[in-house]
């Protein structure tokens, strides 16, 4: 038996924690229940030492404390069950079907975090010696802020990791690359009269219609990268204001989603929003979203919506690693990338701490009604783990 594989004792038990974490409902912000149901796994699994931060995270630890460290990043939170009527089954059931685990959260992320804990606890059952620590971190308010509570675990808990892999849904291929985003808010502004007169006022709403279709040409025009493919703005919102319904708006808001591919900047998309604005001849502005979370302990962080793309070289000695303890574990990997975001931003984007991707489940498949996770990836996952830290640790 290979030191990463998984008994049948352990499968089992992997299974019975991703179910109970599903069941466990764990919205951002409300992460208190899974975190202790974290915890309290982590020490049945005799991992080294345990731990949570201010910012709600928790941190479980195999090997040594010092040395190079291997972070295994999966966040704890969730969406919200959106349209409850259109489940087939229920969120928090976890129930199993035709070798499917269903749930809120069971393949975004609660699956991946699963076999991590798991993939680590088979090293710590067998005592393997290892150079330095292996950091299983759990972290909050992912799903509103990617990034943010990961800082926390770099800049005030001083953990330090030589390589980082972000266990989101991959289908258990190797993402080496990831689109950054900015969110922004434009508001046009209008000048409010009746509407039985409405020339003596400025319509907001059809100044923002020509920003509009304006944005839709720029959305056509942006970069292109060979892997990370093209960047991404779409207007996801709009909503005006007037006086009465009898009245033409003074304002209409929006908002915009722009995804970067590399080469992109959030100054450069600021900068194309703010030429279009100029071009329409419209009174407007355009700002960065900024705004304050709490996690469930309570501490709150002023957050900005904006995150730089990252990209690994196909032959970095990470992304190499992952590949061959892929295929260690009998998986044919192939690399890709993510278009959504992720915990990479900050470990990647601003950390600049080598990266990668790679866990269970279809990443077509988070926020959808029904979400499931194929029940063999999360012990083919949690094996990979394994072998990765063996590779880079043992």
């Known amino acids: 038996m290979s030191q990463w594989e998984l008994i049948p004792q352990a499968r089992q038990s992997l299974l019975d924690f991703a179910r109970a974490l599903i069941r466990t409902p764990s919205l951002p912000g409300e992460e208190g229940a899974v975190a202790h149901l974290i915890m309290e796994e982590m020490r049945r699994l005799d991992f080294d030492d345990?731990?949570?931060?201010?910012?709600?995270?928790?941190?479980?630890?195999?090997?040594?404390?010092?040395?190079?460290?291997?972070?295994?990043?999966?966040h704890m939170d969730t969406v919200d069950v959106a349209e409850p009527e259109a489940w087939q089954i229920p969120p928090f059931g976890a129930?199993?079907?035709?070798?499917?685990?269903?749930?809120?959260?069971?393949?975004?992320?609660?699956?991946?975090?699963?076999?991590?804990?798991?993939?680590?606890a088979t090293l710590a059952r067998q005592r393997v010696a290892l150079k330095g620590p292996i950091w299983v971190a759990c972290v909050g308010l992912e799903e509103p802020s990617e990034g943010t509570c990961?800082?926390?675990?770099?800049?005030?808990?001083?953990?330090?990791?030589?390589?980082?892999?972000?266990?989101?849904?991959?289908?258990?291929?190797?993402?080496?690359?990831?689109?950054?985003?900015?969110?922004?808010?434009?508001s046009v502004r209008g000048h409010s009269a009746h509407s039985s007169v409405p020339d003596l006022g400025q319509n907001a709403i059809y100044d923002a219609a020509r920003v509009i279709f304006g944005l839709e040409i720029l959305a056509e025009q942006l970069l292109e990268d060979p892997f990370l493919g093209p960047g991404v703005l779409a207007v996801t919102d709009i909503r005006s204001h007037a006086v009465s319904r009898n009245a033409v708006?003074?304002?209409?808001?929006?908002?915009?989603?722009?995804?970067?591919t590399v080469g992109e900047t959030e100054s450069m998309a600021l900068?194309?929003?703010?030429?279009?604005?100029?071009?329409?001849?419209?009174?407007?502005?355009?700002?960065?979203?900024?705004?304050?979370?709490?996690?469930?302990?309570?501490?709150?962080?002023?957050?900005?919506?904006?995150?730089?793309p990252w990209a690994m070289e196909e032959r970095h000695p990470l992304v190499r690693a992952m590949c061959d303890a892929a295929r260690d574990v009998g998986v044919r990997p192939q690399l890709t990338r993510w278009h959504f975001a992720t915990e990479g931003a900050y470990t990647a984007?601003?950390?600049?701490?080598?990266?990668?991707?790679?866990?269970?489940?279809?990443?077509?498949?988070?926020?959808?009604?029904?979400?499931?996770?194929?029940?063999?990836?999360?012990?083919?996952?949690?094996?990979?783990?394994?072998?990765?830290?063996?590779?880079?640790?043992?």
């Not at 604005?277 to 309570?298: D, Q, W």
């Not at 600049?352 to 996952?381: K, M």
Request: charged share 20%; proline share 5%; hydrophobic share 40%.
């Open 50 to 74: 345990v731990w949570m931060d201010e910012a709600g995270n928790v941190v479980g630890r195999v090997g040594p404390p010092d040395g190079p460290g291997l972070m295994f990043n999966s």
């Open 95 to 120: 129930e199993m079907r035709d070798g499917l685990l269903y749930g809120l959260g069971a393949c975004d992320m609660k699956g991946g975090l699963a076999a991590t804990v798991y993939g680590v």
């Open 150 to 186: 990961t800082r926390v675990l770099f800049e005030k808990d001083g953990l330090n990791p030589t390589w980082v892999v972000v266990t989101e849904p991959s289908n258990l291929q190797v993402v080496r690359a990831q689109r950054g985003h900015v969110e922004m808010t434009l």
């Open 249 to 260: 708006p003074d304002r209409c808001d929006m908002i915009i989603d722009r995804r970067l």
């Open 271 to 308: 900068l194309e929003v703010q030429r279009v604005i100029a071009r329409e001849g419209v009174e407007a502005k355009v700002r960065v979203i900024e705004e304050e979370v709490t996690t469930h302990t309570g501490q709150v962080y002023k957050v900005r919506r904006a995150s730089m």
């Open 349 to 394: 984007g601003v950390a600049r701490v080598p990266t990668v991707g790679f866990g269970p489940g279809d990443p077509a498949i988070p926020h959808t009604c029904n979400e499931y996770v194929v029940i063999d990836q999360l012990y083919t996952a949690a094996q990979a783990y394994s072998a990765l830290a063996l590779r880079l640790l043992a």
